[in-house]
């Protein structure tokens, strides 16, 4: 079974109704059954970003208390792993979010990244295998 991981993009275009994303968003999401995941970095990234949003927060946060969206990475015990990511790919630059999600698909073989993020063509897990995703124009 596919473990799907969501990125900080498609969670602010899924409560963004004017993101030019939200459609394609809703759209991928409403095939998933729930939970999805993702990171603190990821939520923290996303609740700057719908901070100008009326109850864009608190929407966000409602779908983490729902368990629509779910945290279950520790950045604490990744952390090594986690600092070498953004050395390896430093050049890109990765984000600490990007690097946790990195992560979490090689914790988890069977994951895949709901993202608009282009970097991760760039990125690698466990050294050499493309990370698979779902972005726009691409699978979605």
């Not at 970095?41 to 966000?60: I, K, P, T, Y």
Request: net charge neutral; charged share 25%.
């Amino acid at each position: 079974m596919t473990r799907v991981v969501v990125d900080t993009g498609p969670l602010v275009a899924l409560l963004n109704r004017r993101d030019r994303h939200h459609l394609w968003v809703r759209e991928v999401l409403d095939t998933v059954e729930p939970p999805i995941f993702t990171c603190e970095a990821v939520v923290s990234e996303a609740c700057f970003l719908l901070g100008r949003l009326a109850n864009g927060q608190a929407a966000l946060l409602e779908l983490l208390a729902n368990d629509v969206v779910r945290i279950d990475f520790r950045l604490h015990t990744e952390i090594d792993t986690v600092r070498g990511l953004m050395r390896k790919f430093a050049s890109v630059p990765m984000s600490l979010a990007d690097a946790c999600l990195v992560r979490m698909s090689e914790l988890d073989a069977q994951t895949t990244i709901v993202t608009m993020d282009g970097d991760f063509r760039a990125y690698r897990r466990n050294r050499r295998q493309v990370i698979p995703t779902i972005m726009p124009g691409r699978g979605g």
